[in-house]
Structure formats: C-alpha cells, structure tokens
C-alpha cells in the first residue's frame, strides 16, 4: 500500500505502517553514516548534546557525491545499514524513530526497533541519481571535517522508500523469503 507521510516521524506515524508499505516522505531528514554515528556516541558518552534533535528524527545512511551545478545535492543511494548497527539502539533509545538504508539489521537493532515503536526503511541501492532529485535542499549541520561523512540536514519531497521492519519486529527481507517473492 503507498503511503504519504511528512517528517517529524512520531509513534502516531509508525503505527500506520506496515512491513512492505511503500512510502514517500516529504520533510526534514538527517544524513549521517558511520563516521558520524560514532561521533555522535563520543559525544554522548562525553555527557555533551547531540548536535541534532533526535526525537521523532529520521536518518538516512547515506554520504552523497558532490552536487553538479544548480542541484543541491549529488547521487544520494543508501549505505548499508549494518555499518550503524552497533551505534543505532543508543540513538533509537534516546527518540529516533525511522532509519532509512539497505540491508539486514541486527536482532540488537530490531530489539530497540520494536522497544521505540519506530521503523527501518529501505531505499533502492544504486538508484543514487533517481533518488537526489527528490532532494530540494541540503546543508551540512556539522562534523563539516568528515566531507562526504559529514552530518546533513535535508529537505526531501516524496522520497521513496518500502517499510522493510516496522514497529512491531515484522520484517520483509524475511516475509519476502518465506513467501518466495
């Protein structure tokens, strides 16, 4: 079922999706890979702020390559979400609610997944081209020195992703196997 939903992603939102929706997210979301993850926890377990509001967030695994004139962002295809597996029960428990990458997650990462009510999308690997054009803005909000890994802010219009594990643990890579599709 194709969805439409728009940024804060909160528990309200979460509870409408299901594994294998198709959904298109208009909003703010933060780009952020493994570099910056580790950053981040630094920074927690220095008992300093995050430098992004976390609650109800979305992040989406992605380091873009440089933007061509008049765009504001270059090819934006996802990483593998596995990279970010040991940093993102922190950052779901602390009020994230939505991943956007490709790939399996960890029992640890569906665990906290299910805990936070929150969700983990996929976007189409090698569809980096196709997918910044539903990109309209995009600035990095810090670790500037960490260039392609630095920490973005962008502004997505109908950004296209299927819910792959949704609140309730359901998860498709493993429902898609089972039903043979």
């Known amino acids: 079922m194709d969805k439409y939903i728009t940024t804060p992603i909160t528990e309200e939102v979460t509870a409408d ?5 198709y959904v298109y997210i208009t909003g703010t979301v933060y780009v952020a890979r493994d570099a910056a993850h580790k950053r981040m926890i630094e920074t927690l377990e ?3 702020n995050l430098p992004i509001e976390i609650k109800d967030s979305t992040i989406y695994y992605m380091g873009p390559s440089p933007a061509r004139e008049g765009r504001p962002i270059g090819s934006a295809g996802p990483t ?9 029960p922190t950052l779901l ?6 991943m956007i990458g490709k790939g399996k997650r960890t029992k640890e990462v ?13 976007a189409i690997g090698g569809a980096g081209a196709l997918l ?3 990109i309209v803005k995009s600035e990095i909000i810090c670790y500037e ?3 392609a890994e630095a920490i973005r802010k962008i502004e997505v219009e109908n950004f296209p992703v299927i819910v792959v594990i949704d609140r309730d643990g359901n ?7 089972k039903n043979n599709v």
């Open 93 to 98: 428990d602390l009020g994230q609610k939505a």
């Open 110 to 122: 569906i665990d906290a997944i299910i805990r936070n009510k929150a969700v983990y999308f996929a």
């Open 17 to 21: 999706l299901k594994s294998g929706d």
């Open 145 to 147: 020195d960490l260039g």
């Open 46 to 48: 220095r008992g300093e």
């Open 132 to 134: 910044s054009k539903c």
């Open 80 to 88: 593998t979400a596995s990279r970010m597996d040991k940093y993102a």
């Open 171 to 177: 998860n498709l890579y493993e429902t898609a196997v």
